[in-house]
C-alpha cells in the first residue's frame, strides 16, 4: 500500500478528549491570539489539530496546533458553532519523533521560547537522542544546539563531548 498522509483522514474529535502536550516550547503574544481567534471566527478551521492517539488514556494528545485548540475552550461562541469538536488529523509516532514533529511545525511557523526550547533538547537527550539526531530531526545546527544545553546547566548533557587541553598559564614570577 502506499504511504497516505495523515491529512486525508481528519476526524471530528470532542475537545474535552483533546489534551495539551507537556513539551510544547512555542508561545502566541496576546495579539497574535486575538488574530488567531478573528481568523477561526471567519474562516472556521482549515487546519486540522495533529494528534497523537493515546489508547490507554482514551486521549488525542496534542502534536501540534495548541493554540487553536486553546481558541475553543476560551471562545464560547467557537465551541458553540463547532459543537465541541475538533477536526484531528492522528500521527502514529513515538514520544521523542512526536517532539520532533511539534518542533518542525513550530519552527516553520515562528518563534519558540529559549527555556523550554531547552528542556526539550535535555528531554531528547536523556532519551538517548544524540546531538546528530536533534539536529537531523529539529532542523537545528550544532551551535544552536549547544547553546540550548547551556542553558538548562546540566553538566550530563556534556557527556559525550570531547574537549581539547586547554592553554594553562605560566606560573607568575614574584617580584
Same mark, same amino acid.
Given at each position: 500500500?502506499?504511504?497516505?498522509?495523515p491529512?486525508?483522514?481528519?476526524?471530528?474529535v470532542p475537545?474535552e478528549?483533546?489534551?495539551?502536550?507537556?513539551?510544547?516550547p512555542n508561545?502566541v503574544?496576546?495579539p497574535?491570539m486575538?488574530?488567531?481567534?478573528?481568523?477561526?471566527?471567519?474562516?472556521?478551521? +482549515?487546519?486540522?489539530i495533529?494528534c497523537?492517539?493515546?489508547?490507554?488514556?482514551?486521549?488525542?494528545?496534542?502534536?501540534?496546533?495548541?493554540?487553536?485548540?486553546?481558541?475553543?475552550?476560551?471562545?464560547?461562541?467557537?465551541?458553540?458553532?463547532?459543537?465541541?469538536k475538533?477536526?484531528?488529523?492522528v500521527i502514529?509516532?513515538?514520544?521523542?519523533r512526536?517532539?520532533?514533529? +511539534?518542533i518542525?511545525?513550530?519552527?516553520a511557523?515562528?518563534?519558540h521560547?529559549?527555556?523550554?526550547?531547552?528542556?526539550?533538547?535535555?528531554?531528547?537527550?536523556?532519551?538517548?537522542?544524540?546531538d546528530?539526531?536533534?539536529?537531523?530531526?529539529?532542523?537545528?545546527?550544532?551551535?544552536e544546539?549547544l547553546?540550548?544545553?547551556?542553558i538548562t546547566?546540566? +553538566?550530563?548533557l556534556?557527556k559525550?563531548?570531547?574537549?581539547?587541553?586547554?592553554?594553562?598559564?605560566e606560573?607568575?614570577e614574584d617580584?
Amino acid at each position: 500500500m502506499a504511504y497516505q498522509s495523515p491529512v486525508y483522514n481528519i476526524i471530528s474529535v470532542p475537545v474535552e478528549k483533546i489534551r495539551p502536550n507537556s513539551y510544547n516550547p512555542n508561545s502566541v503574544a496576546p495579539p497574535e491570539m486575538k488574530l488567531l481567534y478573528e481568523s477561526i471566527r471567519e474562516d472556521g478551521y +482549515t487546519m486540522p489539530i495533529v494528534c497523537y492517539y493515546d489508547s490507554g488514556e482514551d486521549a488525542y494528545i496534542i502534536v501540534d496546533g495548541f493554540h487553536r485548540y486553546r481558541i475553543m475552550l476560551e471562545h464560547q461562541d467557537i465551541y458553540d458553532r463547532e459543537e465541541g469538536k475538533l477536526p484531528v488529523s492522528v500521527i502514529d509516532k513515538s514520544l521523542d519523533r512526536r517532539m520532533a514533529s +511539534t518542533i518542525r511545525h513550530n519552527r516553520a511557523r515562528g518563534s519558540h521560547n529559549v527555556d523550554l526550547m531547552s528542556n526539550i533538547i535535555r528531554e531528547l537527550h536523556e532519551i538517548g537522542r544524540s546531538d546528530a539526531w536533534i539536529s537531523k530531526h529539529l532542523g537545528m545546527d550544532r551551535d544552536e544546539i549547544l547553546r540550548l544545553k547551556q542553558i538548562t546547566g546540566l +553538566t550530563a548533557l556534556f557527556k559525550d563531548v570531547k574537549f581539547g587541553r586547554a592553554w594553562r598559564p605560566e606560573e607568575e614570577e614574584d617580584f
